[in-house]
């Protein structure tokens, strides 16, 4: 359990109020460490240093997946303390409870600013209320919130989910045309990441669009891979024996993201069924992290859409013009491209970061 030290700064945004009693816990904070340092001989708080430091509470969904991981050592480089920034970074294990929980706790400490990377859209009505009750700017990253009232938090910064699924089925149509079957029956295995999460539901929504566009386009399965490799090998694994003797054919994997894809792939290696090249299924991700690219590049995975992880600059640069007094937009979209097994190469996958 951390110590909750207020620096000897205050942010732009913050009521007054909550300033002064800020003040007073530095104080105590201050003594009760300055005591200590003459009982144990040794100082716990470098006040100098720290006193101007931006503390800022980062919630963040878990670490489900290489993205996620990715995503979160952008979120504490640029947030750290040559940056300007005390991070407290709570990890919420994929569970919402452990982000109201997180999220209490900084209102508790009277962090600066929260940053919310929230699992899913809804519930999020009360604890952003606490948080503007007690004066802190909420920042939301990544996934969205659907909150009553859009002054529950400050402003949002991630992907545009929905475009990065469109991308996804045009280039399919595209692909689907050039392999001359744009008559075919497609069959479609639909591998879902965490229901209601917004990256799920504009992937989802994305594929579910092309499908009423393209009457020959069907779904025939949709699968819960909660975003992890473990989860979808499992349910892919299950489903793959099930249809083994059926004679049911998938013509195309759409994974809602690489971890997924992986367990989705050893899946079908286990029951020797073909994918990739020009004759296998088509399969289609989420997120074009490095592995995913160097899949891609073998043939095995047709298509990598990206959803680029490193918010932590955009984070950053937000937080300093709030500080700065500025009034940043509500929204702001990323702008994410894709990787296709043909026109990937060995340069791309070398400049990838993560
Ligand atoms: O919200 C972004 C998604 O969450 C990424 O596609 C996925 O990998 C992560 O778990």
Same mark, same amino acid.
């Given at each position: 359990m951390r110590l909750a030290?207020?620096?000897?700064?205050?942010?732009?945004?913050?009521?007054? &109020?909550?300033? #002064?009693? +800020?003040?007073?816990?530095?104080?105590?904070? +201050?003594?009760?460490?300055?005591m200590l340092a003459a009982l144990t001989g040794c100082s716990s708080i470098s006040d100098g240093d720290k006193k101007d430091l931006i503390v800022v509470g980062f919630s963040q969904v878990g670490s489900e997946s290489?993205?996620? #991981?990715?995503?979160? !050592? *952008?979120m504490k480089q640029a947030l750290s303390e040559e940056e300007g920034f005390e991070l407290i970074f709570d990890d919420a294990?994929?569970?919402?409870? $452990?982000?109201?929980?997180?999220?209490? +706790?900084? =209102?508790?400490?009277? #962090?600066?600013y929260i940053v919310l990377a929230p699992i899913t859209e809804n519930g999020w009505d009360d604890v952003l209320a606490e948080a503007r009750q007690a004066g802190i700017p909420v920042i939301i990253v990544d996934r969205q919130v659907d909150v009553s009232n859009e002054n529950l938090y400050t402003t949002w910064v991630g992907s545009d989910f929905l475009e990065e699924g469109k991308m996804a089925t045009e280039w399919?149509?595209? !692909?689907?045309?050039?392999? &001359?079957?744009?008559?075919? $029956?497609? $069959?479609?295995?639909?591998?879902?990441?965490?229901?209601?999460?917004?990256?799920? =539901?504009?992937r989802t929504q994305g594929l579910q669009d092309a499908v009423d566009e393209n009457p020959n386009w069907n779904i025939v399965r949709t699968l819960d891979g909660e975003y992890t490799e473990a989860k979808a090998y499992e349910v892919t694994k299950e489903y793959l024996e099930k249809i083994r003797d059926t004679g049911e054919k998938i013509?195309?994997?759409? *994974? !809602?993201?690489? $971890?997924m894809t992986f367990g989705v792939l050893k899946a079908l290696d286990e029951e020797g069924i073909e994918y990739g090249g020009e004759e296998g299924i088509i399969v289609i991700s989420f997120d074009a992290v490095k592995s995913s690219l160097e899949r891609c590049l073998a043939g095995d995975i047709t298509l990598c859409v990206e959803c680029n992880p490193l918010h932590g600059p955009r984070v950053a640069n937000l937080i300093r013009s709030l500080e700065a007094g500025d009034v940043p937009q509500k929204k702001s979209?990323? =702008?994410?491209?894709?990787? *296709?097994?043909?026109?990937?190469t060995e340069e791309m996958i070398k400049e990838r970061p993560y």
């Open positions: 030290i207020k620096k000897g700064r205050e942010p732009a945004v913050k009521k007054r &109020g909550a300033a #002064v009693k +800020m003040r007073k816990l530095t104080a105590i904070a +201050m003594m009760l460490a300055l290489s993205w996620r #991981v990715a995503n979160s !050592e *952008s294990k994929q569970k919402q409870e $452990n982000q109201y929980k997180a999220i209490r +706790m900084f =209102i508790q400490q009277q #962090v600066d399919l149509g595209q !692909e689907l045309d050039k392999r &001359g079957r744009s008559g075919e $029956n497609i $069959n479609i295995l639909h591998i879902r990441g965490t229901e209601g999460a917004t990256a799920q =539901i504009f013509d195309v994997i759409y *994974s !809602e993201n690489d $971890n979209y990323i =702008i994410d491209t894709f990787f *296709s097994a043909e026109s990937i």
